[in-house]
């Protein structure tokens, strides 16, 4: 008994040590127990079920709705969320099992007249079986489907970099149709293009998307027509400004024709400068703008014309101006002529007294138009300070002009040396 235990105690120290000492054959055992699991797993391959969320949902049989001129309400994209599916695939699909795997799909086939329908969510899946759908069905609303031409609009927002100009935007088409149901067509008024100039030194040309708007100027999702949106192509020339003023001077011929005696006393345009637009080459080149020739021969009175404005080749008006409000001042000329030592006069002094003048005499300087200066001489020249009402005493009094007992005309300019009078009345 003895012994045995001997030989007992004997084995385990030995299997003691090769299990706990080897690690090669730790290393064999494990690699046999999973070849030993593979095999099971290749022989039997059991079912396991995957939760795939975000499975995209798609109707079919459209075509055949819109066929039977009918077509689904509303947002697509909301009305076909993405959902949840459990599916059962074999554990070696399991892995690569995705939602792309499965497709899912809303049959309209039944469909034939408007109203609201709660249709089922038909599932099929590669390598497994869909085993349960959240949701299962979907609520569709289903109109007459119709057609619509709708106005196009452009919105224009920021502002030009300073000393550039944009144009009047150019559509095409103006008008486009849009298809869906009924009520939400219905809703639509117009289409409107949105451009953006903030920074912009190009010109634009280029298609862009449309934006829908109710009554209320509110946009409408476009996700609810049947087929595309149009796009429209917008051209929109943005160039260069400047302003400048018109070159009347070079358009103005004939002014050494005038009658004797008259001529161009000035001239003015309404508005006084234009603002132009082109390419930056060659507004550099251009420091005034022509206009068409004004003939002024024979002319004795002033002339107002609509002229034409003369463009250089490549520019443009900013606003659309062709053409120029003119006014040249055509008059007579003007002459100056003094008329030496006329006598200042008294007037209306009182009875007993007498009135003498510190200046008795002075130099009249009359300047006007040339046949009214020509009639008048110094007999018709009449100087005076009024003295109505004074007593005795000295008084500072305007001196006062008359030709011919009348009042000067508005265009005939008196000069005197002195303007007032000093006269001493006594009794």
Known sequence: MEKQSKYVFAFKKIGKSLFSRNLFLKIISIVFAMLIWGYVLTAENPLRTKTLANVSVSFTGEADLAARNLAVRGNREEILRPIEAKVSTALTNFADLSANDVTLTIDLKNVNKAGKYRLPITPSVRDG???????EFIEVEV????SKRIPVETEVT????EGYWSGVPVLNPQIIEIRGAKTDVGSVVKAVCKID???RTESFNDAVNVSLLNELKEEVDSRFAVGSIPSVTIKLPVLPKKT????IEKAIFGADNLPADY????????PGELTVVGQKHILDTIESVGLESIDVSGSSESILDNVAIMFPEGVQSANGESRVEVYI???????????ES????IVNLGKRLDASLKTERLDVKLNGRISVIREIEKGDISLFADVSGCGPGTYVLPLQIRINGRELPEDLVCTLPEQFAEVTITR
């Open 129 to 135: 079986k869909v085993e349960s759908l959240d949701p």
């Open 143 to 146: 109109d007459d489907l119709v």
């Open 158 to 161: 920021g502002n030009l970099p």
């Open 197 to 199: 100039l903030t920074g």
């Open 244 to 247: 400048v003023p018109f070159d």
């Open 263 to 270: 001529e161009i006393a000035g001239y003015i345009t309404n």
């Open 329 to 339: 001042d055509i008059r007579e000329k003007r002459q100056e002529k003094i008329f």
């Open 342 to 345: 006329v006598e200042v006069e």
